[in-house]
């Protein structure tokens, strides 16, 4: 699968030295991070056929089943304060979306934040965290990206069946999950070159692609519950909401659903 995937990758891609492949690994996040505190270098990427661990936000785990996604984690180490990277994970998803495209053939949408989706299915996620020095300064960011390849409808959980799909499903052909990874390095790559200095092109491109600005959506934090719709995704990537009580936040925080996904109705 490594020299698949090195294949399908441009001349140009600076990296191709730091991919470390595993058909089966606990988490690929889990695993770079190992990488990241022993050393390892800016662009590094860790790709794994099969998670027995893989995990999401909020502790959720992310089914990755042998042979059928992509499970695919990169170290950055940007020279910059935490504070300048609120959008990241929107800069990631902006490059997924050109990642599917370039290697499936079709754009799929963003769920803010972090959720790739095709109509009322997730594709995939993202999950990004940042790591610190023992002084509190930036030392590197982790970003994890899984992508459904190859799946049908039967091969997810039935907890899940109804609301996950794969690029498979979308596009009615085999996909070559080779393809798809090198298109994800080479995004990230091209995502890394520009994060820091094509902010509003970036965000302005996440505002397009995210299905749910002009949606009724719910804000669940703990136990609260508040109804609301989405009005617009600001200038760090936060969702602004108008609340039923006409109040109108940024939300930054707390898990967002769309009405008519994922089980809200
Ligand atoms: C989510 O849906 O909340 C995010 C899912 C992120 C899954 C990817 S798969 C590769 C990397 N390794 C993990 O354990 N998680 C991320």
């Avoid at 909020?58 to 504070?83: A, D, M, N």
């Avoid at 803010?112 to 940042?130: A, M, P, S, Y």
């Avoid at 610190?132 to 190859?150: E, H, S, W």
Wanted: glycine share 10%; charged share 20%; net charge negative.
């Amino acid at each position: 699968m490594k020299d698949q995937i090195l294949t399908h990758v441009s001349p140009t891609y600076p990296w191709k030295e730091n991919l470390h492949f595993f058909p089966t690994i606990g988490s690929t996040n889990d695993h770079i991070r190992s990488l990241a505190k022993a050393g390892a270098p800016h662009g590094t990427v860790v790709i794994a056929d099969h998670q027995t661990g893989g995990h999401g936000r909020r502790g959720r785990s992310f089914h990755s089943p042998e042979g059928v996604g992509v499970y695919l984690s990169i170290l950055l180490r940007l020279q910059c304060q935490p504070t300048e990277l609120m959008h990241l994970t929107c800069a990631v998803a902006v490059a997924m979306c050109e990642a599917v495209e370039a290697s499936a053939g079709f754009r799929p949408g963003i769920k803010w934040t972090n959720d790739l989706v095709f109509g009322k299915r997730k594709l995939g996620g993202i999950l990004t965290e940042l790591g610190f020095t023992p002084q509190g300064k930036l030392d590197y960011a982790i970003i994890g990206v899984g992508i459904n390849c190859c799946q049908s409808p039967e091969d997810f959980p039935e907890d899940i069946r109804d609301m996950a799909g794969s690029l498979a499903m979308i596009t009615g052909r085999d996909i070559d999950r080779a393809k798809v990874a090198a298109a994800m390095m080479e995004s990230l790559h091209r995502m890394d070159t520009r994060l820091l200095t094509e902010k509003v092109r970036i965000l302005a491109q996440y505002k397009a692609d995210c299905i749910t600005v002009n949606q009724d959506v719910v804000l669940v934090r703990g136990d609260e519950k508040r109804y609301g719709h989405a009005l617009d995704v600001d200038a760090e990537g936060a969702l602004v909401v108008r609340f039923a009580d006409g109040s109108i936040e940024a939300v930054n925080s707390g898990e967002i659903s769309v009405r008519g996904m994922y089980g809200y109705v």
